[in-house]
């Protein structure tokens, strides 16, 4: 299949696209339903922690790699795939890492999860665009010829207000679990191991979930109050899955069959503004009722809405509506996979509160799915008005791991 | 029993001091344990969220107060006790509130706490130094004659390294629930409610509460690994919970009677070095063992430290040692009700991760209680090597309520 045919033609013929393209991987990673405090497999034909039924909590960093030779990157990565492997397995004990090592030494692991259990833990590594070219043009890793195209930075879009020190990265690593302090202790002691070699950009914690993808889990709503991920892709519908979110390896570096693209956006929500606006606004700039979550017109959530139907003074759906714009329609069948986690952070400085939207989505192509749907957004959606982004980047996400893989070893592969 | 009469005496002919002073209080607030969905009694002898077992999650916001007018702050006291009591009992239904008042009306909830239910939501309300008399001596809202002694502004200890941002304040809000959402909820809707006569000064997050305070809890560990507050002051101790949590009324302001304080102390963990000590060292530092959590020298968690017991050289709890300090046994009885919570707040811009203890007391008397403990710690600690203080507030707790009273109607009162 070209790269040109795979979009538009929304579930048609691309059945099973992914499937039994990574020969010798067990199964599709968090395909089952969550137990909350259970573990997800790590090893599998996708990294787990993407169509994962979402966990409730968030800790995302981003990293800038400052060691030079391709031979100490690998090394880390080794490390901290085995690292992943153990905390993910809920695995740390008062055995080995904590206090397992003897009285001196430095202990292997920081101890704050001890006994808590994986609960739920996932574990995905990306890689960002600088990791494979410098600003400069220098290939550091020799790994510049498997860039991949759609790994290109963003573009710039309207109204963007992006912070450097909340953008970009070398590499990225998504903590998910059930409980925010088995998120936290995962990252640390991942930062901790990677101390001289890479050190933290920028990191996000998140909290409620703000997108379901799983048909096992009912819709969170986000800080402006409404369901949010009503439409949003689930782990259960595997041809949309595999459409739209896992990269086949014939229109993509070979590297990066099975695995995906990672789009973080900061997004501040201005939520005094919305606060103040009438329950009415609010309803038309998202185009569904606030309490039910129904499209306009609607009744139940999980109806479609009808973009066609008439309202007093046009459309009753509005042209400017967020999910018009960010519609499977609206965008000639272009879909995501969200899995986006509310955020507050303080004052902002002038007596109100900073808080809003760390959206994180899944896609097999960002330049071809998100590209297009943040321009349609960025130029029209009447929820600018209450929104403003202000951190971005973008990572390739390699397949899951076989039984001798390590993070990036099908990009590092001789 | 007079006001130099009650330290020292370590629980002898206390006994239920606190009891019968407030009339017509139906109860203890929180003194059963927690029912992680459920709801906590609003009003009570004591307000509820200090002896409450501790919920998982913190949403703690200090605020500067900006009308000038006695009877407008005593409204939005009002209108802020009638949404405190209704957020706690989880009355936020698609039938009020969120999208109960009309299309044509900014809605009176935000909503993103609709259907999560009470989720063991408790807010505690405190008094600044400042609200009573500001900085220039002026008595903005005639209560400065009110104004308990206890509640002078902390002095400086040694090693402070406080940002003004993050200290003072005129009022805070402690906010804790088992779901984040629930707790910002809570507090996003008490300043919005609050604009233009209060702002948000500071706010802080935390989770995986660092303290115990009920027997019915295990003891969770801080970001240092370690467990954190086996032998702080639990609920079901009600004898000490009088001795030194609740003002009396005849060693304080009347109205403070059935009341706290509380001390927050923002308390960043340097955890690079942390983390690059051996296991001998963060054992010495803290005077416990990481893993069971037991003094050195015993073999359990809850055995008591053997202060005399002698080790190789010198004292096998290191004179220096963190819970010897911190003990009463050091401190002529002295103790505290712990109630921290860890944070993590992404990076510190040195690539590292900037993380550590929201340290929240409550005691009597913090000027009797707090500050000779912390001098104590902040000459002598260990621990002071790793941790730093960065941020410090001092609240006054008014008493629980009655069936007609607001927040701070003792205060208030003609």
């Not at 010829?145 to 573009?155: E, G, H, M």
């Not at 402006?224 to 979110?245: H, P, Q, Y």
């Not at 993509?252 to 789009?263: C, F, T």
């Amino acid at each position: 299949m070209s790269r040109r045919g795979w979009l538009g033609t929304a579930g048609v013929g691309v059945v099973a696209a992914g499937a039994g393209v990574v020969a010798g991987r067990a199964s599709r990673s968090g395909g089952s339903a969550s137990e909350s405090a259970g573990a997800f497999a790590f090893r599998g034909e996708h990294q787990a922690g993407i169509v994962t039924p979402a966990q409730d909590r968030l800790h995302f960093a981003a990293f800038d790699v400052h060691t030079e030779t391709r031979a100490e990157l690998i090394e880390l990565l080794r490390t901290w795939t085995a690292m992943a492997e153990r905390m993910t397995g809920g695995q740390e004990t008062t055995e080995n890492g904590a206090v397992g090592d003897g009285q001196y030494k430095p202990p292997s692991d920081t101890g704050e999860a001890l006994d808590l259990g994986p609960s739920g833990l996932t574990l995905t590594i990306g890689f960002g665009p600088s990791l494979f070219t410098t600003a400069e043009g220098v290939d550091r890793f020799a790994i510049a010829a498997r860039k991949p195209a759609a790994l290109a930075d963003l573009p710039k879009f309207s109204g963007d207000a992006l912070e450097a020190a909340r953008s970009g990265g070398d590499l990225a690593i998504q903590a998910c679990a059930d409980d925010p302090q088995v998120a936290v202790h995962a990252i640390r002691n991942l930062a901790r191991v990677g101390f001289g070699k890479v050190s933290v950009r920028w990191s996000q914690l998140g909290f409620g979930r703000t997108s379901s993808t799983s048909t096992s889990q009912t819709t969170p709503r986000n800080l402006l109050g409404f369901k949010d991920g009503t439409r949003n892709i689930k782990a259960e519908d595997e041809t949309e899955v595999d459409r739209s979110v896992w990269v086949d390896g014939h229109d993509d570096q070979a590297w990066m069959a099975g695995g995906s693209y990672l789009v973080a956006r900061k997004i501040r929500m201005l939520i005094e503004p919305w606060d103040r606006a009438t329950l009415h606004e609010q309803e038309r700039v998202i185009g569904r009722a606030k309490g039910s979550g129904a499209p306009l017109g609607g009744s139940e959530e999980f109806d479609e809405p009808d973009f066609a139907a008439a309202g007093a003074s046009g459309p009753l759906i509005d042209r400017d509506a967020h999910v018009r714009l960010a519609s499977a329609e609206e965008l000639n069948g272009i879909q995501i996979l969200r899995r986006g986690y509310n955020f507050t952070e303080g004052s902002d400085g002038f007596g109100h509160l900073d808080a809003g939207l760390f959206f994180i989505a899944y896609c097999r192509d960002p330049q071809r799915q998100f590209v297009p749907m943040q321009r349609n957004l960025a130029r029209n959606d009447a929820l600018n008005e209450y929104i403003k982004h202000v951190g971005s980047a973008v990572f390739a996400v390699p397949p899951g791991l076989g039984p001798e893989d390590y993070w990036g070893s099908s990009l590092f592969a001789p």
